[in-house]
């Protein structure tokens, strides 16, 4: 399995017009699962061998005005939880029979300091 993980964010308002650079915080909070499963090449059968799921955290202090290099600080954990083998097996969806694409699951959320929060670009 190999999926390549490219998050981005933009720097300005993403509900603005302006492109002045306002981003202040990066706050992500992303779970995984991931089936191991064996394929019978005869018959197509997929079996079910392991299921495996983790989480990142990550929380992030911006400050654009600051220079390259040394615009962004580590707010939060700095150590991750490792990935738990489950003791049970979770059932695989129909979508995750497909290639892996965990960029098409990201969602770009504004959330000002007030006002409600708005889906700026939603999953695929």
């Keep these: 399995m190999?999926?390549?993980?490219?998050?981005?964010?933009?720097?300005?308002?993403?509900?603005?017009?302006s492109n002045v650079p306002l981003l202040t915080r990066i706050k992500?909070?992303?779970?995984?699962?991931?089936w191991l499963v064996a394929l019978n090449?005869?018959?197509?059968e997929k079996i079910l061998l392991q299921t495996v799921k983790w989480r990142m955290?990550?929380?992030i202090?911006?400050?654009p005005s600051k220079p390259l290099g040394s615009r962004a600080r580590l707010t939060g954990?700095?150590?991750?939880?490792?990935?738990?083998v489950l003791t049970h097996m979770d059932?695989?969806?129909?979508?995750?029979l497909g290639k892996p694409?965990?960029?098409?699951?990201?969602?770009l959320m504004w959330r000002p300091k007030r006002g409600p929060p708005l889906v700026v670009i939603p999953s695929k």
């Design 28 to 34: 992500r909070d992303q779970s995984f699962t991931t």
């Design 101 to 107: 694409n965990a960029n098409d699951a990201q969602v």
């Design 57 to 59: 955290k990550v929380d």
């Design 2 to 17: 190999n999926d390549n993980f490219y998050p981005s964010v933009t720097w300005a308002v993403p509900v603005s017009e």
């Design 61 to 63: 202090a911006v400050d």
């Design 77 to 84: 954990r700095v150590h991750q939880d490792q990935p738990k």
């Design 41 to 44: 090449m005869s018959t197509q």
């Design 91 to 96: 059932p695989i969806p129909p979508n995750a």
